[in-house]
């Protein structure tokens, strides 16, 4: 009797001790299946992480293509030359908000060891310019009324000193040098030219600037600080766009610690 009573009892042991393992192997089964979600998670997350510094990045530059192609009767590069630079796209506000694709602004950018070139495409609502200017078509307080414009830092560690380009729809112009103290005429030598296509809302302006005007010795492995804007209607709310965004609480587009950078490339990007 005392053997069989044993004997049971071993037995109920046994079956607890292979409940309480296989209790054990479950828990383990899925602290691993677990540890292997959260693996799987934290990588896609990193990948995530990669992939947004990688547009950033690109969202900061702006690409000048080496231009060794044809010029037309008036000095400037032929309209399909500029397929070979990568286009710089904007349309949001200076903060950054509000896109209003009615009023994008595309610019393209060539050089060469003499020459840098500008091309902007505006599309538009409705055109506001100033009907006077100098005889050679500079217009000082040209913001005022609907404007392109580009900042160029060509030496980055001078933060408050850049150059001021302006253009209008109607071919009026600015260009500033900005730094310590007034403001002073840039006198750069800039040369323009504008069309206005009124069925497809759309005005163009390129412009070829002399290296000579924006810097003492043009060196094509310098990377330069740039923005990009546009400016559109006659008065208050008017459009105030940003290629990177200035985020004040009231539009300015003079703050140049948010300039992306502006590189020079021998061939077009690929």
Same mark, same amino acid.
């Given at each position: 009797?005392?053997?069989?009573?044993?004997?049971?009892?071993? !037995?109920?042991?046994?079956?607890?001790?292979?409940?309480?393992?296989?209790?054990?192997?479950?828990?383990?089964?899925?602290?691993?299946?677990?540890?292997?979600?959260?693996?799987?998670?934290?990588?896609?997350?990193?990948?995530?992480?990669?992939?947004?510094?990688?547009?950033?990045?690109?969202?900061?530059?702006?690409?000048?293509?080496?231009?060794?192609?044809?010029?037309?009767?008036?000095?400037?590069?032929?309209?399909?030359?500029?397929?070979?630079?990568?286009?710089?796209?904007?349309?949001?506000?200076? !903060?950054?908000?509000?896109?209003?694709?009615?009023?994008?602004?595309?610019?393209?950018?060539?050089?060469?060891?003499?020459?840098?070139?500008?091309?902007?495409?505006?599309?538009?609502?409705?055109?506001?310019?100033?009907?006077?200017?100098?005889?050679?078509?500079?217009?000082?307080?040209?913001?005022?009324?609907?404007?392109?414009?580009?900042?160029?830092?060509?030496?980055?560690? !001078?933060?408050?000193?850049?150059?001021?380009?302006?253009?209008?729809?109607?071919?009026?112009?600015?260009?500033?040098?900005?730094?310590?103290?007034?403001?002073?005429?840039? !006198?750069?030598?800039?040369?323009?030219?504008?069309?206005?296509?009124?069925?497809?809302?759309?005005?163009?302006?390129?412009?070829?600037?002399?290296?000579?005007?924006?810097?003492?010795?043009?060196?094509?492995?310098?990377?330069?600080?740039?923005?990009?804007?546009?400016?559109?209607?006659?008065?208050?709310?008017?459009?105030?766009?940003?290629?990177?965004?200035?985020?004040?609480?009231?539009?300015?587009?003079?703050?140049?610690?948010?300039?992306?950078?502006?590189?020079?490339?021998?061939?077009?990007?690929?």
């Amino acid at each position: 009797m005392i053997r069989a009573l044993t004997k049971r009892r071993a !037995q109920k042991v046994r079956r607890l001790l292979a409940i309480s393992l296989t209790f054990l192997a479950c828990a383990f089964v899925l602290v691993v299946i677990d540890s292997a979600r959260v693996s799987t998670a934290s990588a896609d997350a990193w990948e995530h992480d990669l992939s947004v510094s990688a547009n950033e990045m690109t969202n900061e530059t702006a690409t000048a293509v080496r231009f060794k192609g044809a010029i037309d009767a008036e000095g400037f590069p032929v309209d399909s030359a500029g397929a070979i630079a990568a286009p710089v796209r904007f349309s949001t506000d200076w !903060q950054g908000l509000n896109a209003d694709p009615e009023r994008e602004t595309e610019v393209r950018l060539l050089w060469t060891p003499d020459t840098l070139y500008l091309r902007f495409d505006a599309r538009y609502r409705a055109l506001t310019v100033f009907p006077d200017s100098d005889s050679n078509g500079r217009r000082d307080y040209l913001w005022d009324r609907d404007v392109c414009e580009t900042f160029l830092q060509p030496d980055p560690s !001078q933060l408050r000193r850049y150059k001021e380009i302006e253009v209008a729809p109607n071919g009026f112009w600015i260009d500033l040098d900005i730094g310590a103290g007034p403001r002073r005429d840039l !006198q750069s030598g800039m040369r323009r030219r504008v069309d206005v296509d009124s069925t497809a809302k759309k005005w163009r302006a390129v412009l070829a600037l002399p290296m000579k005007g924006l810097t003492e010795a043009f060196d094509p492995a310098a990377v330069w600080r740039v923005n990009f804007f546009r400016v559109e209607g006659p008065s208050e709310p008017r459009f105030y766009s940003s290629w990177q965004a200035t985020r004040t609480s009231q539009p300015n587009f003079h703050v140049p610690e948010v300039f992306g950078q502006l590189i020079f490339a021998q061939e077009p990007l690929k």
